[in-house]
């Protein structure tokens, strides 16, 4: 099991900035394919960027705004988030797969690992 833990989320005025991060356990971290989801009440939790071996990929509602990174010495992936908008409002969870998959990181059932979640909020 890998333990996650976020943060840097808060509240923010519309086209501003914010930088997650999400720190794991482990000591294979840099093979690990880590992505970021998002979340708003009464919704599923929805794809937004991911990060691996062969790549970064986004959603398109956040490329070109958002780039995923990573830091494997110090076991922590960060998600800068830039001309932020109202509805990029949501609960943002970090997610991570030890092991390679054969479907799409873009679906929340390629992760076996989350985080406990931090609020954005972009005030408009």
């Known amino acids: 099991q890998v333990q996650l833990v976020e943060s840097g989320g808060g509240l923010v005025q519309a086209g501003g900035s914010l930088r997650l991060s999400c720190t794991a356990s482990g000591r294979t971290f840099s093979t690990y394919t880590m992505g970021w989801f998002r979340q708003v009440p009464g919704k599923e939790r929805a794809y937004v960027a991911s990060?691996?071996?062969?790549?970064?990929y986004y959603a398109n509602s956040v490329k070109g705004r958002f780039t995923i990174s990573r830091d494997n010495a110090k076991n922590t992936v960060y998600l800068q988030m830039n001309s932020l908008k109202p509805e990029d409002t949501a609960v943002y969870y970090c997610?991570?797969?030890?092991?390679?998959?054969?479907?799409?990181?873009?679906?929340?059932?390629?992760?076996?690992?989350w985080g406990q979640g931090t609020q954005v909020t972009v005030s408009s």
């Open positions: 990060i691996n071996w062969s790549g970064t």
């Open positions: 997610a991570a797969r030890r092991t390679s998959y054969s479907g799409s990181y873009s679906s929340t059932l390629a992760y076996d690992n």
